[in-house]
């Protein structure tokens, strides 16, 4: 639904500033939470990671959780 989507922008706002954040937890979608993780080094490198699950509570009860790293420019392509 297109305010779904409206709900998005202030919701990556959270992140950018370092704090997680839970969009489309209404109890009608599949629950999105993006909790950060890190710094962490990897191979001499540091970075930065995030925490990303989607629980279908309203329907199947499942959930899947993911670690997924970010380029530095994550929170600004997400916005373009």
């Not at 540091?46 to 279908?56: F, P, R, S």
């Amino acid at each position: 639904m297109p305010e779904d989507l409206d709900d998005w922008a202030p919701a990556l706002e959270l992140p950018a500033q370092g704090r997680s954040v839970r969009w489309m937890n209404d109890g009608r979608n599949p629950e999105i939470r993006i909790t950060l993780q890190g710094p962490y080094i990897s191979r001499g490198e540091v970075l930065n990671a995030i925490e990303v699950t989607v629980k279908d509570t309203p329907v199947s009860l499942t959930s899947v959780c993911v670690l997924v790293r970010l380029s530095t420019d994550w929170v600004d392509a997400r916005r373009a």
